[in-house]
């Protein structure tokens, strides 16, 4: 099976321009259904990630993360390329029955879907409290002004990220290492030293954030050392430190944090 | 929570007392100061040393095509906008430092820059959202949409901070809406007034409209204004009546179109207004925003507003009472008036009008100058500004007007025989005399601006794409450089660890010069992982 669904990104360009109107029949009967997008993301796993990687974020196949390269086809032009593979790429067609076929683009979909538009289950308002309180994320992050200065601002995080990435960030943060955050201590030639995170290295110049939010413009001729942590600064053990039950909780809430889908401000 | 405000507290603020001081080795607002003089103290490039100026950085902004906006610097730290983004620099290296970008606004709009003040910094959204973020993390702090796009609205001004609000503007007047000035707490977003530059009916004014819908009378207020802190006033100029070319449905001056308001910034009163072109059927908006200076004014200290106005008059206003002063013509090419009255109303020149079949009218429809920053250095006293010599076709529709689907009752057409130009020049604003002036080469498509420095310098972008310098004396040409990208932004001058710098953003790219040192080796830096 090795090979197929490469390349799905070609759709794009396989499928008639200009694109017509969709009906109802083009739209996933399974479409958003949490059990749909498991099963989907099993049978992704299963036969799909050699090419497009485990989370869909592409290798030898199409990152399938980013929205705009599968959000401008249908439900059915995608399980159409799953099923017939694209001529002329390394995308072979699929003998899968239609169930199974919708699972994967149930799960396909999910991937690039913001979480805020994604179907999640937990409490936000237990997630909300945990955010603030007990989990400690706020040591480090911060939504609408409320937080810490050395981790990404998650106050849009809802918008920015599927509900998978927020997962695997929460869960896994070693799996990626955030850009701009990565811990280090600098060593000035003074003798003073600065810990905090890396926003921007090169040979030259090195530009960090300490925890108290300051801004630290260095040239490197000014530069003793530089020690880089190889984990990244956010605790690997929120499986153990949260239930299941809290975890779902705190997604929730990371999920709707979408500024843009807030009411607007009337004149 | 308290370890966590202290922290805040710990990053230095921008102060509304160091706006007011006027540009140092910082650059903290739109125009440099709230007089919006653009006149950096700054003297370690000089007359003598200019020649020796070199590009030190370049920083490149993903997806931009025609970057406007003026670059503000703090400690250092230079903060510039692109389409729905911020990006803050050391400006030393131009390395970044971050970067917020908003990329759910469904349209793309020209942006001119940031405001900053305490530990934020402030911009606004193609459609129309004040954004506030924090100055060291770009981590957002709130978003306000202070106007809808379903309205006409969008947006493109650089806000404009001072005490404990930021002030914003609108765009979208050459499609029809209505033109507001409003202001928000910077500290939680909130709505602290707004003020329509199109009265609703039954407010003064309302009758210069005959019975055209004030909804869609425009009177944009696209660019950052100005603010006199002694007098506690702010200074907002506006746009073109909609629709710009075809006057027929709006018989009257249709105020406040085309005028400079002065405002309380507390309440957004109109203290007073005055019109630079009544009853506007050429898209002369009056944006250029107005230069203050206080000047010995026919044997007496005054306080001055000066402009030079896209209608091809070089404004002096009094700006305690808005009294006129004076008008001087500042192009040559100059066809729809003959001057101004004595209580500075255009003296029109009949048969001015667009009509169906196109008429010649002098200046165009750019207008003989523009938003482009003019600058004022008060060792000379004079006013620096480019001025485009031309003139267009001018045609109108007698349609009626469809709102928001891009009419404008006519437009403008270039004459292929009669190419403009562009002029730098230098207005003595006692007398309106032309004291000289730069002729540059181009196509007359540019919109960049003017920086004029303590060293005796102008800098100031041609239309040919390059960074130049001349002696704001003379206008002497004393450097130049090819930015090799068409130019629709204004320089700025800073300082960072002790060098000073010259910064614009060019079509696609920030560029920042220096003089010349020659370079030293730079170590390796040891790096371990831990």
């Known amino acids: 099976m090795r090979g197929w669904l490469v390349l799905l990104f070609t759709v794009a360009v396989v499928f008639p321009q200009p694109r017509r109107e969709r ?22 796993l299963g036969v799909c990630s050699a090419c497009h990687g485990p989370n869909g974020e592409g290798g030898r196949g199409t990152n399938l993360t980013h929205g705009r390269l599968v959000r401008g086809v249908s439900d059915r032009e995608l399980r159409n390329s799953i099923r017939a593979g694209i001529p002329g790429t390394d995308m072979p067609p699929s003998p899968l029955p239609d169930e199974p076929l919708w699972q994967i683009v149930a799960f396909v979909r999910s991937l690039s879907t913001p979480a805020a538009e994604s179907h999640v289950r937990g409490d936000p308002d237990l997630g909300r409290g945990l955010f603030f309180g007990k989990a400690g994320c706020t040591s480090c992050h911060m939504i609408l002004g409320r937080g810490g200065f050395l981790g990404p601002d998650l106050s849009n995080i809802g ?65 003793r050392s530089l020690e880089m942590n190889a984990r990244s600064l956010m605790p690997a053990d929120y499986s153990q430190r949260l239930s299941k039950a809290e975890i779902q909780d705190l997604l929730a809430f990371l999920s709707r944090q979408a500024v843009r889908t807030r009411p607007e401000v009337a004149p | 929570m308290n370890i966590l405000l202290l922290a805040g507290l710990l990053v230095a603020q921008v102060r509304y007392e160091d706006i007011r001081q006027g540009p140092s080795e910082n650059w903290l607002t739109y125009a440099g100061d709230y007089a919006a003089q653009r006149h950096s103290p700054l003297k370690q490039v000089h007359r003598g040393n200019v020649g020796s100026l070199t590009a030190q950085w370049t920083y490149h902004i993903d997806g931009a095509r025609k970057l406007e906006a003026v670059p503000l610097v703090h400690d250092g730290v230079m903060y510039v906008t692109g389409t729905n983004e911020v990006h803050a620099l050391d400006a030393r290296s131009g390395r970044r430092i971050w970067r917020y970008r908003d990329d759910k606004v469904k349209r793309q709009s020209v942006n001119r820059g940031v405001a900053l003040l305490g530990d934020r910094v402030f911009f606004v959204t193609s459609d129309a959202n004040l954004v506030a973020l924090h100055r060291t993390t770009g981590a957002l702090l709130w978003q306000s949409q202070y106007a809808e ?262 437009g403008g057409e270039r004459i292929p025989s009669e190419p403009g130009k562009f002029y730098l020049r230098a207005i003595d604003p006692l007398t309106g005399a032309r004291r000289w002036e730069y002729p540059m080469t181009g196509p007359t498509t540019m919109w960049a601006g003017t920086v004029s420095t303590a060293g005796g310098l102008i800098f100031f972008g041609d239309d040919d794409g390059h960074l130049v310098s001349v002696d704001a004396r003379t206008g002497q040409h004393l450097w130049h450089f090819n930015m090799g990208q068409p130019l629709s932004a204004s320089p700025i001058a800073y300082m960072a660890d002790g060098k000073q710098y010259v910064a614009i953003a060019a079509a696609t790219d920030v560029f920042a010069f220096a003089l010349f040192e020659p370079a030293k080796p730079v170590p390796l830096v040891p790096e371990t992982v831990k």
Not at chain 2, 175 to 181: E, I, P
Not at chain 2, 216 to 223: E, I, V
Not at chain 2, 269 to 286: E, G, N, V
Not at chain 2, 326 to 344: C, E, Q, Y
């Open chain 1, 23 to 44: 009906s109802p029949e083009d739209n996933n009967p399974l479409a958003g259904r949490p059990e749909a997008v498991e099963a989907g993301r099993k049978l992704f």
């Open chain 1, 159 to 223: 918008l920015d990220r599927s509900l998978r990435q927020i997962e695997v960030a929460v869960l896994d943060p070693n799996e990626r290492l955030a850009t701009g955050h990565q811990g280090a201590t600098v060593t000035l030639a003074n003798g003073t030293s600065i810990t905090g995170v890396i926003r921007d290295q090169t040979n030259y110049a090195i530009q960090m954030l300490d925890a108290a939010g300051r801004a630290h413009r260095l040239a490197s001729q000014d530069v």
């Open chain 2, 149 to 410: 796009t379903s309205k006409g609205y969008h947006a493109t001004l650089a806000p404009l901070a001072l005490k404990d609000r930021v002030v914003v503007g609108v765009s979208g007047g050459d499609s029809g809406m209505r033109g507001f000035v409003a202001a928000y707490s910077a500290s939680t977003g909130e709505q602290l007034w707004r003020t329509y530059t199109v009265p609703a009916r039954g407010e003064p004014g309302a009758e210069s409209w005959a019975d055209f819908p004030v909804e869609w009378g425009g009177a944009g207020t696209w660019l950052t204004g100005t603010y006199d802190a002694d007098l506690n006033l702010l200074y907002w100029t506006t746009g073109n009546p909609w629709p710009d070319f075809f006057g027929g449905d709006r018989k009257g001056d249709n105020l406040y179109s085309d005028s400079v308001l002065a405002l309380d910034p507390e309440t957004g009163k109109m203290k007073w207004h005055f019109q630079f072109t009544p009853h506007d059927t050429h898209d002369w908006d009056a944006q250029a925003f107005p230069v203050l200076a206080d000047m010995n004014w026919q044997g007496r200290p005054r306080k001055l507003l000066m402009q030079a106005n896209r209608n091809g008059f070089f404004y002096v206003l009094d700006r305690v009472t808005g009294e006129y002063l004076r008008a001087t013509p500042f192009v040559d090419k100059l066809t729809w008036a003959s001057g101004v009255d004595a209580k500075g109303r255009p003296i029109e020149v009949p048969g001015m009008d667009p009509t169906p079949n196109g008429n010649r009218i002098c200046p165009t429809v750019r207008g003989a100058a523009n938003w482009m920053s003019p600058s004022f250095n008060p060792e000379t006293g004079w006013f620096y500004f480019p001025a485009l010599e031309g003139c267009d076709i001018m045609t109108s529709s007698a349609k009626k007007p469809e709102p928001m689907a891009g009419f404008a009752g006519g």
